[in-house]
């Protein structure tokens, strides 16, 4: 009696531990009659969830989506293309003017009255293009004039002088030292008419108005002209109407200038060296950076290595102009400026212009203006992904920024299969505003449709189906074919 009260509670015991057994090892058939609802969370139609099933990607890592929710993202789908890339650095720059190049002003060489004014703010002018007309005021150039004139007929009288001597000596009637006198003073008189007409020219008369002058017509009058090209006054080709198109227009051989401001009115007395109006030409400019000391090694082998610098503009519509090719650092400033702490750089740029016609006149809207902001994107370092055995350089994947979803330290890209989009873990080299690098390691690769665009959106869908039990499909993003 005493050893069935002792075996009864033993008994009893190992009874209920066979039971518990049994109950776990059977969970999965009778766990759904039981718990229905934590049944359908803690596993899928081929297992736990969060465990690998049979096509190697996690169920909580895949989400479907309709035709119309595709539409509705607009996915870029594409496969992959390792290429080079170049880890690069910020700088901020802007569009400045060409010292002694793009502003000049243009000056009156002889004192007068401003009798016309051919070009105001905003005209667009060609290099020998009229600028202004005055009226001459100055004794100076009037007794200039005279003296040309004078000297033209004493040269006349002369030459013909010496050709009677020189008919006299050949006939041997006059001796040859009177023929080299004669042919001295017409030497000198020639040399006086060379320098009369060289200091009209320098005053801003034409050639024409020399010869005229020459002859004896007194001039009253000069023409101011966009220096740079043809001699004062010559006439120049008008802009071809070809060139007027809404697109881009090649500027032609010839300087352009615009009239930004006149210094002068109609009838003002002007003095000789006054400035008339300012120029301003946009046909060629620089970007200027400004970068901090610690840098300058930086550019400074950029510069010498000609290494290709992408410069992005602001405020410019997408697809309004032809992309801007990398640019080039042409000089270091020496300088450094006390109150930012900064050095400036430069890198040319060629301007683009549109053209259009009003009132007969040509104007040209230039794509880059002084003052607009630039950013620079400065290469510093080439990325690579090293194969397994260490020495082999992989080039990695550029992908818009759009096309990586984040959380926390992890990384994530999406592959489409038919309309399954897997979410895969990648490696993040680099990234910017506009640019993802990712590592060339396996985790993607080049036969599989990457998503470029929207994975954040993707990623919320993603966490929504998980939150709702995979929204009733437990076999989303699944293929049985």
């Not at 169920?59 to 170049?86: F, M």
């Not at 060629?284 to 090694?297: I, M, N, Q, T």
């Not at 002084?370 to 992904?385: A, H, I, Y």
Request: charge should be neutral; glycine fraction near 8%.
């Amino acid at each position: 009696m005493r050893l069935k009260r002792i075996l009864s509670p033993v008994l009893t015991v190992l009874a209920l531990a066979g039971v518990g057994y049994a109950a776990f090892r059977t969970q999965d058939k009778w766990l759904p009659y039981v718990f229905p609802n934590k049944a359908a969370k803690s596993g899928d139609a081929h297992g736990e969830a969060g465990k690998p099933d049979e096509h190697g990607a996690r169920a909580v890592d895949r989400v479907k989506l309709s035709a119309q929710a595709q539409k509705n993202l607009g996915l870029d789908v594409d496969t992959l293309t390792p290429q080079e890339y170049w880890r690069t650095k910020l700088i901020p720059g802007v569009v400045v003017d060409r010292p002694g190049e793009s502003d000049r002003g243009v000056t009156s060489k002889v004192a007068g009255v401003v009798t016309a004014i051919k070009a105001r703010p905003g005209d667009t002018v060609k290099a020998g293009d009229p600028l202004f007309t005055i009226q001459l005021a100055s004794e100076f150039l009037q007794s200039a004039q005279t003296d040309l004139a004078k000297a033209a007929r004493e040269l006349d009288f002369a030459a013909a002088k010496r050709d009677r001597v020189a008919e006299l000596v050949k006939k041997g009637t006059q001796s040859g030292a009177v023929l080299i006198e004669e042919e001295n003073q017409v030497k000198r008189f020639t040399t006086q008419v060379q320098a009369y007409r060289r200091q009209l020219q320098v005053f801003g008369l034409t050639p024409e108005q020399v010869n005229r002058a020459e002859k004896g017509e007194v001039v009253t009058e000069v023409t101011v002209t966009a220096p740079g090209g043809s001699p004062a006054g010559t006439p120049t080709a008008v802009v071809p109407a070809t060139l007027v198109s809404p697109g881009p227009a090649a500027p032609p051989d010839l300087p352009l200038y615009e009239v930004q401001e006149l210094k002068v009115t109609l009838g003002e007395q002007v003095t000789a060296g006054q400035t008339l109006c300012l120029l301003a030409n946009h046909q060629r400019l620089f970007v200027e950076g400004r970068a901090f000391k610690s840098e300058a090694d930086t550019l400074a082998a950029a510069a010498e290595n000609k290494t290709p610098v992408r410069a992005e503009f602001a405020d410019e519509t997408p697809g309004a102009w032809k992309p801007q090719g990398p640019l080039v650092i042409h000089h270091l400033s020496n300088q450094v400026d006390p109150g930012t702490r900064t050095f400036a750089f430069y890198l040319p740029l060629d301007n683009q212009p549109r053209t259009f016609e009003r009132d007969g006149r040509t104007h040209f809207v230039w794509r880059y203006r002084p003052g607009q902001r630039v950013r620079l994107l400065v290469p510093v370092e080439k990325l690579v992904t090293l194969a397994p055995d260490g020495k082999t350089e992989l080039l990695p994947f550029v992908l818009p920024a759009g096309a990586v979803a984040r959380e926390g330290g992890e990384a994530f890209v999406f592959i489409q299969t038919g309309d399954v989009f897997v979410r895969k873990p990648v490696r993040v080299l680099y990234a910017d505003r506009s640019d993802v690098v990712v590592a060339n390691d396996g985790s993607v690769t080049e036969a599989e449709f990457v998503v470029r665009n929207q994975a954040a959106a993707l990623n919320r869908a993603l966490k929504a189906q998980a939150a709702g039990g995979g929204g009733g499909d437990p076999h989303a993003g699944h293929s049985h074919d």
